[in-house]
């Protein structure tokens, strides 16, 4: 014992002194960005310093330095993009054309470097701006809005590109123009605040509009123009950043506990949060998120509370949103939500079907227009199936579960939308997916060969209708699943029927956003650790545990909309050469890394995945190279492995990470550890990571993590070997900070656990989980092909 902590001692100390230098690289370069951002906030706000040239230049050259000393470093797009801010600033303060100049060029380089990025488009808009309207130069500032429009033309910034070449086209003849219209921080227009407001700047900015023009007759909000701070209104980023962060983590703690969410008076402390994040900072990049985030916090207070005025308070709430960002992303997705509670909450179908078409009307081409329409349809059929069956008695409620409230009833049946299923030869998932709550029961037959009957499963919906595409029913060959069907014994009563060729063990759970009932299916023993047994005969009821899991947000997933899929996979071994990682019970990271990456990668090649490594041999590779080299390479799926250590010898178990913030501190550790970064520095890059998460596939990430960690401890466990599930988390990563593409860390076990450094030294146990970590990839990959056919 005593020499085992010895060890561990002496490699942890080895971690440390060994694992410096590219990492603090890294590190130096967020803090360095950090500090410059600061800076230029404060400066923005203090205008005894401000009107000073020598502050500005110290700020401008702070980012410079950043650029300069960090060129592969992801957020270097960023950096480069506030250095022009700092210099525009600088610029409209000393008003002279040299400063005009060079901040234009900035802007100019920005867009020129990094096209691909979410800044280049505001850049543009920047320099158009600084050469329409300070430089007079009227031809370049349209050539710029020109490219705007081509190479943008579905940006944020094409609207206010278009209004900017209007009010230019107003202006002839090259002259500075007479309306001071200037581009702000958000890129909107708005009049700059030591100009007198001019006829020109008013109806460009209320043709900035733009989407937003909608009459307020049709019931649903009224859009007004951008949110604008009151003059002397103090905009703190960083102040709102840290608030907003706040209030996510409060969210996922009251989720996370059953105890406090059940009481009303912790939803409006994470619901004050998010006001106060937004009202630091009404025109910052956060604020529509921190009132869509109100607007969740009060739904899901509503759903615990069933109280009426909570639900009309979230509706209200939604609309705030649209109405004071009309051209946020987020904006359809509030009138989906609100129309979502009129409907199934309210009872109240007319309006739920008014905002739904306004949704439409707004915003046609927004990514929740097809859900839009599958509820408008939804309710044009209930519409339909009340009136023809006028006699009908609402359906009596189960009491399947006492624990849970019985889900509101808006008079009309929930609606079985979609069935849909993932099978193999021994594992089955089927996904029912329903317009709203319901009660359900699940019921195993037993197989009877006499009766021709094979293994069968039945899903009893009391108060549900099927939906057309549902009711034929489908038969699926080759797999574990091998036929699906929907039944309706009464009036109301949908059974949905699943037949297997064998069924060991099965599992049912409901989840919500959308609300689901997935069953999951073994043909083995091991399959479902959690399942039931068809012998313990029980009635399965609603489990809102797993709800937690579940965001609440729903999953856009692009990928899927655009049917791209994946050729190129990048393995990335974890440290090398100089860096070993970490090390315990014999096991040196880097060298375990490396022999997992070819694992993995063949396993891959196999199934026809193009493979590319950072590292194929023992080779120290600093960490902001790897994404840059996946980036380089166009890889479509990053993945990296690790092997995890703790100070404490009896923590293990199997995790899988995709970047976002920590929301626990063990994951925090293990951030602060792979890293090579002080916890304290790591609260530095939760700070900039909002700027990194732009880019970031966050969605597809977890995706492709909920997958791989599935489908490895499913292989695990069915190899008959102990595994511990840690589940899958978030943290900041920098390995993955800068991907492009989806990217996911897998620790593969602690090495610091004598029972788990042991089964990592053996190949039989590698090998499971290299067959398992190629599993999640195609099944992601099969998930995407789904979606393209
Ligand atoms: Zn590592």
Redesign the pocket.
Known sequence: MHRFFALLLLSLTFVCCIGLSAPAKAADAASAYATAKKELESLKRDSRRGALREPWERVVSRFDGVVREHPRWPNVPAAMFHGALAKKELASRSFRTADFEDAARRFERVAATYGWHVLADDALLHAADIRGNRLGDVAASRKLLDSILTRYPSGDMAEPARDLLAALSGAPGGDAPKAPVVVGRSGRLEQDDDAPASAAGDSARSAGGGVAVASASDGVPAPKAPAKAKKGARSDPAKAAKLYAEARKELEAVRGDARRAALREPWLRVMALYEGARDAAPEGELAPNAAYGMAVAQEELAARSWRKDDFLAAVARYNDVVSAYPEDSLADDCMLRAARLRATRLDDAEGAHQLLEAQLRRYPKGDMAGEARALLADLTAARVTVSAQPGKAAAPAVSASPASPAPARGGKPAVLRQVSWRADNDRATITIELSRETEWRSQYAAPDNGAGRPPRLYIDFSDALPDDAVKPGAKVSGALLTRVRSDQPSSGHTRVILDFKALRRYKVQAVRNPYRVVIEVGATDAALPDGQRPDDSRVSVPVREADKATPSVPPKDLVEQLGLTVHTVLIDA??GGKDP??MGNGIV?RNL?LKMARMVGDRLRRMGFSVIYTRDRDVFVPLDKRTAYANDKKADLFLSL??NANNDPRICGFETYYLDLARTDSATRVAA??NAVSEKSLSDLQFILTDLMLNAKTQESRDVANFVQDSALGRLRRGGFPAHDNGVRSAPFYVLMGARMPSVLVELGYCTNPDEARRLNSDQYLSTLADGIAEGVATYKRKLARFSQ
């Open positions: 974890g440290h990682g970490a990271e890394t690790h092997v550890r792979e």
